[in-house]
């Protein structure tokens, strides 16, 4: 029988010993997670109890944390993970760097989400000759609807991702259609790196990851030494719940206004029907279920049940860190946790649920 540790609502005693670590370079660092009081903690563990048995039979599921009103209500993590462990976060790369261009185009970076891609990087202007490259914008990249035909040779291009990103054939006119299309990620973060003149790594921890107090991250390189976009990205779950607390809130962290709150509405609200993979709509490298009129739920979702799930009327935020496998993205284990166990745990307790400070 798999054994496991859990660990609810640490007051972050850690956060000491990880700034002294890790604070060489980092700049403006934010606030981490406030503590709870003593009622707040007494209620979330009657509100959570039993539910880390209950995760425990979910044989992908490494860690989770779940985020309620703005603090940490339940935090669970299997043998061998701690709060401090980083978890590849696959896909949910693609909602931090959805993010990163936010806060370029508020920056002016990224003068407008319609500027044409071949503007940006002007190298890529005679990689492809059909006449609908040119009008790619950066909105395309971050909707999925590039219109390029799925690629039917080697993926990905080792020597250089953007150029084979850029040179695949279209498929239907630049924001027509849906696809989901990694290499297009790929191409957005050459096009970011581009904008603001360094690797989205180091953009990523000045202009979000040190305001969100997020102190230790990894995020892999193609073999150019540039940063993927499609994945590659590493956090605690921890930090991958304060990337949904940000767009929950509207882009504000502690007061400051991390990602331009138009942008934060729009990137989780639908822009496309979206569909396969997730059967869902689209915004802007966020997944949006279908809620309730006036009700915002969006979600990251990366291969193999790595999941940043928001519910708005709920005031909840659900981080999930799996196993990665083909059984564990098949089986929805960490969607279906939040979704339905979580969600119900919080809708039941909502009566009971102290006055917000």
């Known amino acids: 029988m798999r054994r496991h540790c859990f660990t609810r609502l640490l007051a972050g005693g850690l956060l000491a010993t990880m700034a002294a670590a890790h604070a060489q370079g980092v700049s403006e660092r934010g606030p981490d997670w406030p503590t709870a009081t003593k009622a707040e903690q007494a209620f979330d563990a009657k509100t959570f109890a039993g539910l880390d048995r209950s995760i425990a039979e979910l044989t992908d599921i490494r860690s989770v ?3 309620r009103r703005g603090r940490v209500a339940f935090e669970y993590h299997r043998d061998g993970y701690t709060q401090d462990t980083l978890h590849s976060v696959e896909s949910v790369t693609k909602s931090v760097l959805s993010a990163l261009v936010g806060i370029a185009h508020a920056q002016g970076r990224i003068t407008s989400l319609d500027q044409p891609i071949v503007d940006l990087m002007p190298e890529l202007a005679s ?3 059909d006449p609908r490259a040119q009008q790619l914008t950066v909105r395309h990249l971050l ?4 219109g390029f035909k799925r690629s039917e040779h080697r993926f ?9 990103a850029m040179s695949r054939a279209f498929e239907s006119a630049p924001g027509e259609a849906f696809r989901y299309d990694n290499p297009a990620s790929d191409l957005l973060s050459a096009v970011l790196e581009k904008a603001v003149g360094e690797k989205p790594a180091a953009y990523a921890q000045r202009h979000l990851f040190a305001p969100l107090a997020i102190l230790r991250s990894d995020w892999r390189v193609d073999e150019r030494g540039h940063n993927l976009g499609h994945t590659g990205l590493s956090l605690s779950t921890r930090d991958m719940a304060k ?3 940000l767009f929950l809130q ?3 962290w502690a007061g400051q206004q991390v990602v331009p709150k138009d942008f934060a509405l729009a990137a989780t609200d639908r822009q496309h029907a979206g569909m396969s993979p997730k059967g869902l709509a689209y915004g802007f490298l966020w997944w949006v279920p279908q809620s309730g009129p006036g009700q915002r739920v969006f979600l990251a979702s990366g291969f193999g049940g790595q999941i940043v799930w928001v519910h708005q009327p709920l005031d ?4 999930a860190s799996s196993d990665i496998s083909e059984a564990s993205t098949a089986g929805d284990q960490a969607i279906n946790l939040a979704r339905r166990q979580i969600s119900d745990l919080v809708n039941r307790s909502q009566a009971e ?3 917000a400070r």
């Open 250 to 252: 509207d882009g504000v």
């Open 143 to 146: 909707t999925m609807t590039a």
């Open 127 to 129: 990689v492809n000759t």
């Open 156 to 164: 990905f291009d080792p020597k250089e991702r953007a150029q084979f």
């Open 65 to 67: 944390v779940v985020i």
């Open 353 to 355: 649920q102290p006055a």
């Open 316 to 319: 909840l935020v659900v981080a």
């Open 243 to 245: 990337l949904g607390q």
